[in-house]
């Protein structure tokens, strides 16, 4: 089993950044392909971004990409998402998820088996 808790989430004016981090419990984390995807108001949940086992490959969405960025630190069990130019229609619930099975790029909510509670982040105009 492997649990998964989001934090930095917040409210930040258009045009800030945050970090958000993405704590994952198990020994067997560095085996673990990671996501963040995110759910606004009325909207389904979307992807965001993906990254491998060994950090060595990411996957964006066109949405994000320039601004967003994914890493992971296996060390510590962590993956982060740092976000930079937020706009409004960034505002959502974000999601981190592991997936255990090669499923590249990653981007679809059903490729991953362990999902996190969501951290919220509000972008104001």
């Known amino acids: 089993q492997v649990q998964l808790v989001e934090s930095g989430g917040g409210l930040v004016q258009a045009g800030g950044s945050l970090r958000l981090s993405c704590a994952a419990s198990g020994s067997t984390f560095r085996r673990f392909a990671m996501g963040w995807f995110r759910q606004a108001p009325g909207k389904e949940r979307e992807f965001v971004a993906s990254?491998?086992?060994?950090?060595?490959?990411?996957y964006y969405a066109d949405f994000v990409k320039g601004r967003f960025t994914i890493s992971r630190d296996n060390a510590k069990n962590m993956v982060y998402l740092q976000m930079n130019s937020l706009t409004p229609e960034d505002t959502a619930v974000y999601y981190c998820a592991a997936s255990t099975t090669f499923r590249w790029p990653y981007n679809r909510a059903n490729f991953y088996d362990y999902w996190g509670q969501g951290t919220q982040v509000t972008v104001s105009s």
């Open positions: 990254i491998t086992w060994s950090g060595g490959g990411t």
